[in-house]
């Protein structure tokens, strides 16, 4: 069964969407003496030139804002599912020191800032692309996914 959408959520949800839409085509002094508004007095594209100055920087920006995606989505696909399947196999004799292994960082997490310390003092990644895409690789709520879609889903020979 469809659950209809109600119309306020959606209005709730357009609006700060709209305004950032609308900022983006008003006239500086514009937004600095008016403030944000739906329908401002006066529309501009001088922040759109600003940006189109910086070509090559954007383009590069992109490329590793991709780049990161698509690596950090194949990787962590792999191993997440690597792990998953170790989990869902039964007779694997690990298998429970592998599973509290994994649950204890998801029950006490140290938070971003412990993260970004250990990362960049311990494992030395500071300015590395690496430091943006090994973090994400092991999620444990999908491998928990995983695991349960193995084990209901691949039998077991």
Known sequence: MIVPID??????????????FMAAFTDENVLLNEGYRLFPSELSLDGFRVVLRYEKQLFV??????????TGTLFGILVMSLYGYV??????????????????PMLFSGGQLSM???????YHMKD???????????QTIYVIILRTYITSSVPGS
Do not use: H
Not at 62 to 67: A, D, H, K
């Open 7 to 20: 119309n306020t959520l959606t209005i709730a949800t357009a609006i700060p969407v709209l305004f950032v």
């Open 61 to 70: 920006s992109y490329g590793v804002t991709i780049f990161v995606t698509v």
């Open 87 to 104: 989990l869902s196999r039964k007779d694997f004799p690990l298998r429970k020191f592998l599973t509290v292994f994994l649950m204890i």
């Open 116 to 122: 970004y310390i250990i990362y960049t003092s311990l």
């Open 128 to 138: 590395s692309i690496l430091l943006l895409i090994l973090p994400q690789c092991m």
